[in-house]
């Protein structure tokens, strides 16, 4: 539907302007990897005006090399009510034959598919005509508006490889940048004109999208900036200034009512302690309140007000941090906002800024009463004491736990009206992870029977809950068969079912049984036999030719598993697999085989302890995996009495 109604635009014929024609005429080095396209032009320049006002024009510009490059000739501007969209042309130079332009006119405005209720960000995607393998494609738009907070950002190095990247920034008489690259090293600014400053970077690499790297912003070159005001126009130059405007934001917000205090004592009647009680308000707005996010301008960062919240029984997630925090004062318990990004490694210490940020959650300050034996996502403030972090918009995450997208993050901690970078802790993998227990009847047919146990705890139970309460019956039918990893036979299920699946506080134990037909194979009277049944613990991402990004796992764990083969009667163990074990920095894997009667019996584990393995470590993580898989394929061999 989108590229039938984005077809109809008007195509005029109109000379390209100077910059893209320059742009047109590079001559392009010799690529590795063969990309689609190149971008020959990554070029901002950002106006900022005495009154806060910031003007940026962008200029983006591609050379179309393959069939699969046809889709930078689409462009997608996103906007709301802080950056308008004050124009927007096209352009495209063939290889042969006129060049076209298209305008704002001939794109189509749609929302992005978000998921919130509402929020004003829009998006405006603009078809260029002409985008073929051999023609250069380019745009410019200018957007125009007068953002909450003074800063900027250039992200220059993209999917494909970039020839030239330049960024102006024009500041008024008197005010000041302050500069920061990630992911690349500093590059002083070239000379210029007044106040001007240009930054300008050739050859940019592309950035190689490869499976389990860190999230795109921790990896790709970006230069993050801070206008300088003088006095009179607000600037956040550090996180103790971006926590005093956010709490700023939010400073009116939880005002309590005697609604919300009737609901507190409902709530807490049957808890006798204050750590009880703050349970009973945690486990009310994770599990009763919905998540529904209304965000326009400024309530993208700014919460509603707690009694709304409790009135409506929905909000986002600063809306859910804001109810619950007002509950929790109601039993004499603080909290405090946290900010924090849902990626990993996005969050840089050294560049203060609230844009860092995707999401809010609590910092629960424990009363005297509370055990910090099953807390596992506290840490001891200098100032504040022994905090517990909670986020209330997962109903599937255990009071004392932490979600595995945030651990080992960054998170501002907002108290007494001042801002505190702080890392999230890293929850241990003795408590997040997978415990199997497989009895199974091998037949002399090579066909296997049996039943399999799995308990889940800390980050693997919630995910667990999340995947599994979301899925039809046939496809938890499908997600169980994928439990087998890849077979030769095909997966027989006979029965499966879940306890404890609804009780975060519990562990959830999945039980089903299954049959796999003609599991071992049958070569000169002997039986080959593959003791690991079940899934494969390693992986092949490190067989895809050579990576260039770290590996990041989603979090620490730990899995455990025991097969016991019944063999049948006529048959005797001749050989059994060689035990394995294997050790890097971030993970160890072992396994053993043993034979006790005519039951074989399989045990093996595998540990992370870190969710990053760097990319001097990937030759480790390499050999690792291929240990792993030999220790999977190995075979038992049986022979007839």
Not at 112 to 127: A, H, I, M, Q, W
Request: glycine share 6%; charged share 25%.
């Amino acid at each position: 539907m989108l590229a039938l109604l984005a077809s109809g635009a008007v195509e005029a014929w109109c000379a390209p302007p100077d910059w893209l024609q320059a742009a047109s005429r590079e001559l392009l080095p010799s690529y590795t990897g063969d990309p689609p396209a190149v971008m020959l032009r990554n070029e901002q320049i950002a106006t900022v005006k005495n009154g806060g006002e910031v003007t940026v024009v962008y200029r983006r510009a591609y050379k179309i090399l393959r069939q699969e490059g046809r889709d930078y000739g689409t462009a997608r501007i996103y906007f709301d009510s802080e950056t308008r969209l004050a124009s927007l042309k096209a352009w495209s130079i063939p290889p042969a034959g006129r060049s076209y332009e298209v305008g704002e006119k001939d794109a189509l405005e749609t929302v992005p598919f978000s998921g919130n209720l509402y929020e004003d960000t829009r998006v405006k995607v603009l078809r260029i005509p002409a985008s073929e393998p051999g023609a250069v494609v380019g745009y410019e738009y200018e957007q125009r508006g007068r953002p909450s907070v003074l800063q900027g950002d250039w992200p220059f190095q993209v999917e494909v490889p970039v020839r030239l990247a330049r960024m102006t920034l024009r500041l008024p008489p008197g005010w000041e940048h302050r500069e920061f690259w990630a992911n690349h090293p500093t590059v002083p600014p070239q000379a210029s004109a007044g106040n001007d400053l240009v930054w300008e970077l050739r050859d940019v690499p592309a950035i190689q999208t490869e499976p389990a790297m860190p999230a795109w912003q921790a990896s790709a070159g970006q230069l993050l900036l801070t206008y300088v005001a003088p006095e009179g126009v607000t600037s956040l130059k550090s996180w103790d200034e971006v926590g005093r405007w956010y709490s700023g934001l939010a400073s009116d917000r939880r005002q309590s009512t005697p609604e919300l205090q009737q609901k507190v004592s409902d709530l807490t009647a049957g808890a006798s302690t204050v750590f009880g009680k703050a349970q009973l308000l945690a486990s009310f707005v994770q599990r009763e309140v919905r998540y529904v996010a209304i965000e326009i301008g400024i309530g993208g960062y700014q919460p509603h007000p707690a009694s709304d919240i409790l009135r409506n029984r929905y909000g986002d997630c600063k809306d859910k941090v804001t109810l619950l925090s007002t509950m929790l004062r109601e039993i004499g318990v603080e909290s405090y906002y946290v900010l924090i990004n849902s990626r990993r490694g996005v969050v840089n210490p050294e560049f203060a800024s609230p844009y860092a940020f995707n999401h809010a959650i609590l910092a629960i300050r424990m009363p005297p009463d509370a055990s910090s034996r099953d807390l596992h996502g506290m840490v001891t403030h200098p100032r504040l004491g022994p905090l517990l972090f909670f986020d209330p918009t997962q109903p599937y995450v255990r009071f004392g736990d932490l979600p595995a997208e945030l651990q080992s993050s960054y998170g501002l901690v907002m108290a007494d009206n001042t801002g505190d970078l702080i890392k999230m802790p890293l929850l241990p993998a003795t408590i997040n992870g997978m415990r199997r227990t497989v009895k199974v009847r091998l037949l002399e047919d090579g066909s296997i029977q049996g039943e399999a146990q799995e308990t889940r705890i800390g980050a693997a139970a919630s995910d667990f809950r999340g995947a599994w309460l979301n899925l039809s019956e046939a496809d938890q039918k499908k997600l169980l068969q994928g439990y087998f990893g890849r077979q030769t036979t095909s997966v027989e299920l006979e029965r499966f079912s879940v306890k404890r699946l609804d009780q975060p506080e519990e562990e959830p134990e999945l039980s089903y049984s299954f049959r796999l037909p003609r599991y071992a194979t049958s070569t000169a009277g002997l039986l080959l036999l593959r003791p690991r049944v079940m899934s494969e613990w390693g992986s092949d991402l490190m067989e895809s030719g050579e990576r260039k990004q770290p590996v990041e796992f989603p979090s620490a764990v730990l899995r455990t598993e025991t097969i016991e083969i019944t063999l049948p009667q006529g048959y005797i163990v001749d050989e059994l697999p060689p035990p394995a074990d294997a050790k890097i920095a971030a993970a160890s894997y072992s396994s053993t085989s043993a034979l006790t009667g005519s039951v074989l019996r399989y045990t093996r584990r595998l540990e992370i302890t870190d969710v990053l393995v760097d990319r001097e470590q990937l030759p480790d993580l390499k050999k690792f995996y291929r240990q792993i898989a030999a220790d999977e394929k190995a075979r038992a061999v049986l022979k007839p009495r």
